[in-house]
């Protein structure tokens, strides 16, 4: 019969090995826990096209400062004329999936809003090349390419038709934390934010979202400090956007960004009492929420209805 303490302190031990593997798979594959850019099947493959919603527009193809290269779309209004003059959208997509599936979104405020939008694949996410980090997108979204060509804020920027345009960026989930990173960094460059259903940071994330790996959440390298970025921004006006009964980010989150949004331009709270993380758009009210605001902080000159 074998020792009890011998046995006890066996299983210790193997436990302490489960738990250190855990722990290194979770540090070192923590990004493919994170950014879920293969979901759903498919989406690194295939990729609608803005044509397929009668959008005008012209494939965009990037190279980030690091020889990353990516692609992205820029949807424009019908004449060269109307696009330099229009306001452009800077679509920061939401995480899983890729920029096709958001088509629908970009169309309906494309309509609405009478403005252009540029919507970019980072690094990992449908066509680009790559493996999503941090601070891989980060360079995706500003940085001048290794080139000559530029990536993302630089494209718009020297674009012929784009350079001069009020830039709106708009991010959702992780995309508000994308948005907001670039906003703090190029603020003199931005006109107007929208956030939609964003968090505080990643560590702050992981207790909700996978509890078992809470005490060890410092060891996660991939962190989106929202929470400190958003104390950064001076003037530009921002828009929140927040479900009430979001199963994935605490709704507390957004209501803390808010709370620290200390911009002049002004901030303006839009909730959905019984939207959950990935349907607040469907929710009544939400674009008229975002043509609200684009009333107030983007258009040039007030109009009768944005959305005729």
């Given at each position: 019969m074998p020792d009890f303490n011998t046995t006890v302190q066996g299983f210790f031990a193997l436990f302490a090995v489960i738990a250190g593997s855990g722990v290194f798979l979770a540090y070192y594959?923590?990004?493919?826990?994170?950014?879920?850019?293969?979901?759903?099947?498919g989406s690194r493959t295939a990729v609608d096209k803005p044509s397929k919603y009668n959008l005008p527009y012209e494939e965009v193809w990037l190279r980030s400062s690091d020889g990353v290269r990516?692609?992205?779309?820029?949807?424009?209004r019908a004449t060269p004329g109307e696009t330099a003059e229009a306001p452009t959208l800077f679509y920061c997509q939401a995480n899983a999936g890729n920029i096709g599936h958001r088509l629908p979104i970009a169309e309906n405020i494309y309509r609405r809003c009478r403005c252009n939008v540029f919507m970019l694949s980072y690094r990992g996410y449908g066509l680009s090349e790559g493996t999503a980090n941090e601070k891989g997108i980060k360079l995706d979204t500003q940085a001048s390419g290794a080139d000559g060509r530029a990536a993302a804020l630089s494209f718009i920027r020297h674009h012929d038709l784009l350079k001069d345009t009020r830039i709106?960026?708009?991010?959702?989930?992780?995309?508000?934390?994308?948005?907001?990173?670039?906003?703090?960094?190029?603020e003199e460059q931005i006109h107007a934010l929208i956030l939609e259903n964003t968090f505080l940071s990643v560590?702050?994330?992981?207790?909700?979202?996978?509890?078992?790996l809470s005490s060890v959440a410092f060891l996660c390298h991939q962190q989106w400090q929202s929470e400190e970025t958003i104390r950064r921004l001076r003037r530009v006006p921002v828009l929140f956007l927040a479900s009430g009964q979001d199963e994935l980010v605490p709704p507390a989150h957004m209501s803390m960004l808010y709370d620290l949004c200390?911009?002049?331009?002004?901030?303006?709270?839009?909730?959905?009492?019984?939207?959950?993380?990935?349907d607040a758009c469907a929710q009544p009210g939400y674009f008229e929420a975002i043509e609200q605001f684009w009333?107030?902080?983007?258009a040039s000159k007030p109009t009768a209805s944005l959305s005729q």
């Open positions: 594959f923590q990004c493919s826990l994170i950014y879920l850019s293969r979901f759903p099947e990516l692609h992205a779309y820029l949807i424009t709106i960026l708009y991010g959702q989930s992780i995309g508000g934390a994308v948005a907001l990173d670039l906003a703090a960094h190029n560590p702050k994330l992981i207790p909700h979202l996978m509890p078992f200390n911009t002049t331009g002004g901030s303006m709270w839009q909730e959905f009492p019984h939207g959950t993380h990935n009333r107030q902080h983007v």
